[in-house]
């Protein structure tokens, strides 16, 4: 539970790929013993982040597993764009259920100690996933941002709405993750100079300045992929939330007895399906969800969320 166990490791993708090397260095842990348990488990978060050589890397491992290794792949779903169909075809599927409302809310005040009421509230708001729950709990920008996502679909009289809509959603995404990585990048540069000897002087010092330099621009390269992921992800759960809103417009105007993704605003779901027609909510619901295809299939995020907005606005 502490993260500290010697035969339990994780591999989280900071970036925007899980990385063939990284498949490489697992492989080989792999073929250790634990250390103190009966097993050692090699858990990859985010498996649908893994290249195609990454994949191939890991497969005989997973095919063929040492005796006291136990590979745990964490994906979205079992679906061939989140697992290659080599990888999935060697493994066994354990489907995990999203946690209810309640189940969330006890989380966050008993783990977190948020108090009793915002867990329930951000519980609810959460569409089943802790860690959103919790940010949106502990984070006031997160709910100020939140709240300004879901305005927006009503919010958007013309054209030149869509577009100042979508700078300011990319902007804000570009600024959240300038601001988480900015010292973090700044200690990592200074950690490696002191690990190539900066500073240092006498016999293989020019040898040493060369390989800083190839190691600095292998950080520089991460930190770069790593601020691109941040963005992404700022962005994505804009459009989450977005999808969420005409979600539930399109269940306010049906007439569904289910629960709404969004509670707090039903006022606002329920004028934008009287407003809106269910043909043309849909056609907005595609449109978001176009705008994540199209951020993972590495669209300019600018053109591709000016693209959603203007279609959000044509409806």
């Not at 006498?202 to 190839?214: L, P």
Request: glycine fraction near 8%.
């Amino acid at each position: 539970m502490a993260g500290t166990h010697p035969d339990v490791r994780q591999v989280v993708p900071e970036g925007l790929s899980i990385r063939v090397d990284e498949m490489r260095n697992l492989v080989q842990l792999a073929a250790r013993r634990p250390a103190t348990a009966p097993y050692q488990i090699l858990v990859i978060t985010d498996a649908d982040r893994l290249t195609e050589g990454a994949a191939n890397a890991l497969l005989k491992a997973v095919e063929e597993p040492p005796e006291r290794t136990v590979f745990l792949l964490c994906a979205p779903s079992d679906h061939q764009d989140d697992v290659p169909i080599t990888i999935r075809s060697r493994c066994r599927v354990v489907a995990l259920r999203t946690p209810a409302p309640d189940a969330i809310a006890e989380v966050l005040v008993n783990r977190d100690g948020i108090d009793r009421d915002r867990a329930a509230w951000a519980a609810a708001v959460a569409g089943g996933h802790v860690g959103r729950a919790r940010h949106l709990a502990r984070d006031p920008e997160a709910r100020t941002h939140r709240e300004t996502i879901l305005g927006l679909p009503l919010r958007m009289r013309g054209l030149g709405d869509a577009f100042a809509f979508a700078g300011d959603l990319v902007r804000t995404a570009k600024e959240e993750a300038s601001t988480l990585s900015e010292g973090r990048d700044l200690a990592e540069r200074e950690e490696l100079a002191v690990a190539m000897g900066a500073g240092g002087t006498g016999k293989g010092v020019a040898a040493a300045a060369r390989g800083a330099k190839a190691a600095e621009r292998e950080l520089e390269r991460r930190q770069r992929s790593r601020n691109t992921r941040t963005q992404r992800d700022a962005i994505d759960r804009a459009l989450v939330d977005l999808a969420g809103f005409l979600r539930d417009a399109l269940i306010a105007g049906s007439g569904a007895r289910v629960p709404l993704s969004n509670p707090d605003v039903e006022t606002d779901i329920r004028r934008a399906a009287g407003e809106w027609t269910p043909e043309s909510v849909l056609r907005r619901l595609e449109a978001v969800l176009a705008c994540r295809t199209a951020l993972e299939e590495n669209v300019k995020p600018e053109i591709a969320v000016e693209a959603m907005m203007t279609a959000l606005h044509r409806g």
